[in-house]
T-cell receptor
């Protein structure tokens, strides 16, 4: 079974600065998907970014980018130019290949953005 | 992306009663997933619901406690039966589409 570990329960960043959230995972599969989700106080789960394991290039979405290290089974999220609206709980998630599979979530990192 | 709605958005229930949560998707999907998020915790998968077949439950979750219906490709319900305070959680419906997974807004359940 796959496991996802987020070792930082809480992080804080100054507005306009950069922060990196860590995630490691354990799997015996060679092909899979990794995700970062954001959950603000509204509790809506919002997809931030997705990475396919077969792609060597790191995914980027505007101010959000990942550092995907497949051999190390590491998948960190970098948020650049942090904004107050980025404050939320961030979850790293793993999914096996296939278009309709369940996610395995990490324990989450609570991000605070300081004005 | 799929748009998912859930009803109710929140409820306060007495112990021993049951609550049925509805999940509606704006497009047809093969699989729907139900997750539980206990206070301050991550999401845990309860079950996977396919249309026309029995739901598949994860370890620690049973059909008698969390019966699920999936009458068509856009709708599912999750019932939390014989509730206790330990069932107080957010319950989220989710669907997979185009290699991404989308979530409903969740149902916040408080059992007193």
């Amino acid at each position: 079974a796959q496991t996802v570990t987020q070792s930082q329960p809480e992080m804080s960043v100054q507005e306009a600065e950069t922060v990196t959230l860590s995630c490691t995972y354990d799997t015996s599969e060679s092909d899979y998907y990794l995700f970062w989700y954001k959950q603000p106080p509204s509790r809506q789960m919002i997809l931030v970014i997705r990475q396919e394991a077969y792609k060597q290039q790191n995914a980027t979405e505007n101010r959000f980018s990942v550092n995907f290290q497949k051999a190390a089974k590491s998948f960190s999220l970098k948020i650049s130019d942090s904004q107050l609206g980025d404050a939320a709980m961030y979850f790293c998630a793993y999914r096996s290949p296939g278009s309709a599979r369940q996610l395995t979530f990490g324990s989450g990192t609570q991000l605070t953005v300081l004005p | 992306s799929a748009v998912i709605s859930q009803k109710p958005s929140r409820d306060i229930c007495q112990r021993g009663t049951s609550l049925t949560i509805q999940c509606q998707v704006d497009s047809q999907v093969t699989m729907m997933f139900w997750y539980r998020q206990q206070p301050g915790q991550s999401l845990t998968l309860i079950a996977t619901a396919n249309q026309g077949s029995e739901a598949t439950y994860e370890s620690g979750f049973v059909i008698d406690k969390f019966p699920i219906s999936r009458p068509n490709l856009t709708f599912s319900t999750l019932t939390v039966s014989n509730m206790s305070p330990e069932d107080s959680s957010i319950y989220l419906c989710s669907v997979g589409q185009n290699y991404e997974q989308y979530f409903g807004p969740g149902t916040r359940l408080t059992v007193t």
